[in-house]
Nanobody, 123 residues
Framework: QVQLVESGGGLVQAGDSLRLSCAAS????????MGWFRQAPGKEREFVAAISWSGGSTNYADSVKGRATISRDNAKNSVYLQMNSLRPDDTAVYYCAGSTYYRGSDYRHYNYWGQGTQVTVSS
């Protein structure tokens, strides 16, 4: 099986930066892509960014484009999300997800999920 564990969340001020990490274990060779999603209270789960596991192709939500960078380290089985110029509306639980066949924005196509890490941005 696969396990995903996120870390790096916390309380920051508007304008600050944060780097989220996701460590994968288990059958990681089955991954086609990894993604980051977020969910704020009372809102639906929202796509943030995704990266292919092999070639490194990326895609981003418009809401974070230019402020976020997703990267991976295959040797460490890890994926990262660097978020800059954080805003209060970035406040959410951030989830790491893995898909065996898809690198898009629809969370329903991701097979594996971490437990989430809270990011709170104060104004």
């Amino acid at each position: 099986q696969v396990q995903l564990v996120e870390s790096g969340g916390g309380l920051v001020q508007a304008g600050d930066s944060l780097r989220l990490s996701c460590a994968a274990s288990g059958r990681t060779f089955s991954f086609y892509a990894m993604g980051w999603f977020r969910q704020a209270p009372g809102k639906e789960r929202e796509f943030v960014a995704a990266i292919s596991w092999s070639g490194g192709s990326t895609n981003y939500a418009d809401s974070v484009k230019g402020r976020a960078t997703i990267s991976r380290d295959n040797a460490k089985n890890s994926v990262y999300l660097q978020m800059n110029s954080l805003r209060p509306d970035d406040t959410a639980v951030y989830y790491c997800a893995g898909s065996t066949y898809y690198r898009g924005s629809d969370y329903r196509h991701y097979n594996y999920w971490g437990q989430g890490t809270q990011v709170t941005v104060s104004s």
